[in-house]
């Protein structure tokens, strides 16, 4: 008998198809869905090697914010003219936008608090 293959983790199936159709705006078929996981997969697969590879150059243990920001940049998602909390008001929902940027409250006082 041969020894099983550990299969690795995966997004739900149906959290890459909202995400996808969120975007896309039309109908996917099924058979192209397919094809979107697999590039999910390999997407999440390299972006994790790379920010593993740039914590083991800072010769920390753990990915920061200055790690995600660099390969943003070098895939030209992050410029000068496009910074990170730009991208992150212009494309995640209010909830999640809370949770990323401080916003500044009534008060003087800042939300999230660190």
């Known amino acids: ?11 739900p199936s149906s959290l890459v198809k909202k995400i996808f159709s969120h975007y896309a705006k039309v109908p996917v078929a099924r058979d192209a869905f397919k094809v979107v996981e697999k590039c999910v997969e390999v997407y999440f697969r390299q972006l994790s090697n790379d920010l593993e590879a740039y914590t083991m150059h800072a010769r920390r243990k753990t ?4 790690d995600l920001e660099l390969l943003m940049r070098r895939q030209g998602l992050v410029t000068d003219k496009m910074p990170l909390h730009v991208l992150i008001e212009r494309h995640l929902p209010l ?3 809370k949770l990323l940027i401080p916003v500044a409250m009534s008060g003087n006082k800042v939300i999230p608090h660190k």
């Open 63 to 66: 990915v920061q914010e200055a």
């Open 1 to 11: 008998m041969a020894p099983r293959r550990k299969r690795e983790p995966a997004l």
């Open 95 to 97: 909830e999640y936008r």
